[in-house]
């Protein structure tokens, strides 16, 4: 009888050693988790939160262009006439990009990227992600200048969902390692291989086959393509990834 007690008194230490052991292991990965998690938080950068707009100027210009931003709620408008685009300060290579952009009826705008400033115009030199009213202007009859689109390069997939002007639309765009991806409203819409030969080939009968230095910089500003239109933009942030 004593015999058996023993037995059963050191299977249960063991288990519970088991057990302990066990519990701090896990305890141990969820630590690691949430600082993990609270790390790759901390990475992002707010572009524009509402109110600062100190990470953003004017296209080769020193200060940010007030008379053609206004802080309008919690985001950034642009007013219809002459049109002055928005540049980060920063420079980026690398990075995973996210904001949300309405337009009003017929509006347009875009995203750019690796942009240089050596140029007049910013399409000079980066891509855009196109950002338009794809019912009521004319870049939305073609797939290729349509909302989302690689502007005049590469055409949304059918899994683009779209919702109309007067309605947010959430934006993602993801530059890791030359591989690039368009995400909006939670669907990845295309992707390219930067600097790919079938790129090349897009480029080359494309409106910027006259540009050399187009989508050759190895990093650039950010752009927010101000075209005249009224165009919002909030929640704007980006990480190097």
Not at 122 to 148: F, R, Y
Request: with cysteine.
């Amino acid at each position: 009888m004593i015999t058996r007690l023993k037995f059963i008194l050191t299977a249960w230490v063991l288990c519970a050693g088991v057990a302990v052991a066990t519990a701090a292991d896990t305890a141990s990965k969820s630590v690691k988790k949430n600082k993990k998690t609270e790390k790759a938080a901390a990475e992002w950068t707010v572009l524009f939160d509402g109110h600062s707009t100190d990470k953003l100027r004017g296209y080769k210009m020193d200060s940010f262009p007030g008379d053609k931003w206004v802080i309008d709620g919690d985001a950034l408008r642009a007013i219809p006439g002459k049109s002055v685009d928005l540049v980060t300060k920063d420079q980026f290579k690398n990075f995973e990009l996210e904001l949300e952009w309405k337009v009003s009826k017929g509006g347009n705008g875009g995203v750019m990227y690796r942009v240089s400033e050596d140029f007049d115009e910013a399409w000079h030199s980066g891509p855009e992600m196109q950002i338009v009213d794809d019912l009521n202007h004319s870049d939305g009859k073609n797939p290729k200048t349509s909302a989302g689109a690689l502007y005049d390069l590469i055409a949304p997939n059918d899994k683009k969902k779209l919702n109309p002007a007067g309605e947010w639309n959430r934006v993602r765009i993801v530059f890791k390692k030359k591989h690039v991806e368009h995400w909006l409203n939670g669907e990845k819409i295309l992707e390219f291989d930067w600097n790919s030969p079938q790129l090349k080939g897009l480029i080359s009968q494309s409106k910027f086959k006259d540009k050399p230095r187009f989508m050759q910089e190895k990093k650039g500003h950010i752009d927010f393509q101000h075209h005249g239109q009224e165009l919002w933009l909030r929640n704007i942030r980006i990480r190097k990834v």
